[in-house]
């Protein structure tokens, strides 16, 4: 079976523009994850969608945001790009939301705002 | 709310031998989940073990165990055996039920020859 699998998997954008990360989760996965991993950090939670519904958002602004679509894929969306959203994004996904589930994380997106 | 604490922000071992990577974790959670992710210079995480907070004994994955002290707070993953291809940012991240998981400022650690 496949694993997470997330595109594109470089960006390179200005300041201000608009970017959309896409992943697909594991087959039967119906829980997605974002993530930010910013160089030398452990990530940070950005959000978590269940069953196409938003289960959790971390301390995030507003210009991020997220869905999950019927196929249980999912886009992060990145509004008025900042030179600090630079960072590696992961989205993860697991089979279900309880706490004995492990994450499965994707190759990631690195994203540079120039 | 959930934290979780790695103080050791590099570590080095000599090939071949053992190695305990530290974790401390707070929540007020009866429920939870304790996972350690290996992540390569190459930036995939690699989920490599789990250790449940009702679970009595500790969990082992070949090389990989996890030294779970509930009292104490503390999950320390522990490498037997160390491989060149070890050296890696190890990560410890904790999962209460319903909620995300949360991931600690990483370990860097380096297998030498």
């Known amino acids: 079976d496949a694993g997470v699998t997330q595109s594109p998997t470089h960006l390179i954008k200005t300041r201000g523009q608009h970017v959309t990360l896409r992943c697909s989760p594991i087959?039967?996965?119906?829980?997605v994850s974002w993530y930010q991993q910013v160089l030398g950090q452990g990530p940070q939670f950005i959000f978590q969608?269940?069953?196409?519904?938003?289960?959790g958002r971390g301390n995030f602004p507003d210009r991020f945001s997220a869905r999950q679509f019927p196929n249980y894929s999912s886009e992060l969306n990145v509004n008025a790009l900042l030179l600090g959203d630079s960072a590696l994004y992961l989205c993860?996904?697991?089979?279900?939301?309880?706490?004995?589930?492990?994450?499965?994380f994707g190759n990631g997106t690195r994203l540079t705002v120039t | 709310a959930q934290k979780i604490t790695q103080t050791q922000p590099g570590m080095f071992v000599q090939e071949k031998e053992a190695v305990t990577l530290d974790c401390t974790y707070d929540?007020?959670?009866?429920?939870?989940?304790l996972f350690w992710y290996k992540q390569p210079s190459s930036g995939e995480m690699i989920f490599l073990i789990y250790?449940?907070?009702?679970?009595?004994q500790n969990a082992t994955e070949g090389r990989y165990s996890l030294n779970f002290q509930k009292a104490r707070k503390s999950a320390n993953l522990v490498i037997s055996a160390s491989q060149l291809g070890d050296s890696a940012m190890y990560f410890c991240?904790?999962?209460?039920?319903?909620?995300?998981?949360?991931f600690g400022a990483g370990t860097r650690l380096t297998v030498k020859p």
């Open positions: 993860a996904s697991s089979f279900f939301q309880g706490f004995s589930s492990p994450l499965h």
């Open positions: 087959s039967g996965h119906k829980s």
């Open positions: 969608y269940y069953e196409k519904e938003e289960r």
């Open positions: 929540t007020s959670d009866p429920s939870y989940g």
């Open positions: 250790q449940g907070s009702y679970d009595q």
């Open positions: 991240a904790m999962r209460a039920d319903n909620n995300d998981m949360r």
